[in-house]
């Protein structure tokens, strides 16, 4: 199970922090990622976190975003700056193995970057 917070309205240029609290299984054992969803487009991953915390970006959010963990805490966050309107979406978080065997999604937080 996931539960994603953090997500809100904010300016071109803004920051936004994601938490994503997961349970039901052992947390530090998996690589996590943060995937988005824009409106009426896929859902991509944008942000993946190994389990010895090797990160790794899509090419549009690279020095702007940057994924994190807390393995005590089940936590993985993910720090959003220099916020484009493209960034608009909503966003997941979720094993990428978890989701090859068919791992259910959260509610998803979402981020709406607008003027």
């Known amino acids: 199970q996931f539960v994603e917070s953090g997500g809100g309205l904010v300016q071109p240029g803004g920051s936004l922090r994601l938490n994503c609290t997961a349970s039901?299984?052992?947390?530090?054992?998996?690589?996590m990622a943060w995937y988005r969803q824009p409106p009426g487009k896929q859902r991509d991953l944008v942000a993946s976190?190994?389990?010895?915390?090797?990160?790794d970006y899509a090419d549009s959010v690279k020095v702007r975003f940057t994924i994190s963990r807390d393995n005590a805490e089940n936590t993985v966050y993910l720090q959003m700056d220099s916020l484009k309107p493209e960034d608009t979406g909503v966003y997941f978080c979720?094993?990428?193995?978890?989701?090859?065997?068919?791992?259910?999604w959260g509610q998803g937080t979402q981020v709406t970057v607008s003027s």
């Open positions: 979720n094993g990428p193995t978890l989701v090859e065997r068919g791992a259910s």
């Open positions: 039901g299984f052992i947390f530090s054992f998996y690589d």
């Open positions: 976190i190994t389990r010895f915390d090797q990160a």
